[in-house]
């Protein structure tokens, strides 16, 4: 089961690294759905083209542009099995959409992880509730909300994942006044894992403080290395994970 398009209303970015996307030249597949075998298959079986005409729009000539708004399979293993601390186990999603963060939490950390995934999108809650009942999942919780109504759910927060949550959904002053309220609200020493890098996905926005001043950069090169082992490939999708913690000065910058 797979929401329908209905059920998505992206704002496409007019500025930043995702701003060569659009709806003529884009096509949006869920990584954690799908994985690369998968979409080569629907490829050679006509399903769907890496092409389009930039002149006509027929999907015939030069490459598309391929997005997912969902982590993969192996970036949520990742995360959980090796860039979570182990005393850490609060964990909040934001912008949770069919769950696949909110499942890993919880199967990863075999239930043990407090999981609560904030979405706005009723028919993806609807999805993600299903499934967390279908398979027993256990200590999760979905919220149906705006995050900044959430100040509680971000200050009790251990470890925040946000997977390039905004540009493609929020104009630019609301991205603005989303990153100004996470960082009023995350406490001291909370981790957040972000892909892809925050400073990429913040260099278009005019925010009050600079992320080097509120985060520090945690070096995940080993996690990595032991992770992906010698797949290139593996390696490459799993290092634009990243992980940051929040300093103690953000209290007063």
């Known amino acids: 089961m797979v929401p329908s398009n209905e059920a998505e209303k992206l704002t496409w970015p007019k500025s930043g690294f995702d701003s060569d996307c659009n709806e003529i030249n884009t096509l949006d597949i869920d990584s954690f759905l799908y994985n690369d075998d998968d979409i080569e298959e629907m490829v050679e079986a006509k399903q769907i083209s890496r092409l389009y005409c930039a002149k006509c729009g027929s999907r015939e000539v030069v490459p598309l542009n391929f997005i997912s708004h969902s982590l993969s399979k192996e970036q949520i293993e990742f995360m959980f099995t090796k860039l979570q601390p182990d005393n850490v186990n609060r964990i909040v999603d934001l ?5 696949a963060v909110v499942y890993g939490s919880s199967i990863f950390s075999n239930g043990q ?22 398979f027993g999942l256990k200590n999760v919780e979905i919220i149906e909300n705006d995050l900044r109504n959430e100040a509680n759910v971000l200050k009790n927060a251990e470890l925040v994942v946000m997977n390039n949550v905004f540009s493609f959904f929020l104009s630019k002053a609301d991205q603005e006044n989303c990153w100004e309220f996470i960082k009023e609200n995350l406490q001291e020493g909370t981790i957040l894992l972000h892909h892809p890098e925050i400073e990429k996905a913040t260099d278009y926005l005019d925010l009050s403080f600079k992320i080097e001043d509120w985060l520090e950069e945690i070096d995940t090169s080993v996690d990595c290395i032991e992770f992906a082992g010698q797949d290139v490939e593996k390696y490459e999708d799993i290092s634009t994970i990243k992980k940051y913690i929040v300093k103690k000065i953000a209290l007063d910058c």
């Not at 912008?95 to 769950?99: E, M, Q």
């Not at 407090?114 to 967390?132: A, P, Q, S, W």
């Open 95 to 99: 912008g949770s959409r069919i769950g």
């Open 113 to 134: 992880n407090k999981t609560i995934g904030i979405e706005m999108n009723k028919e993806l809650n609807e999805i993600t509730r299903k499934t967390v009942e279908k």
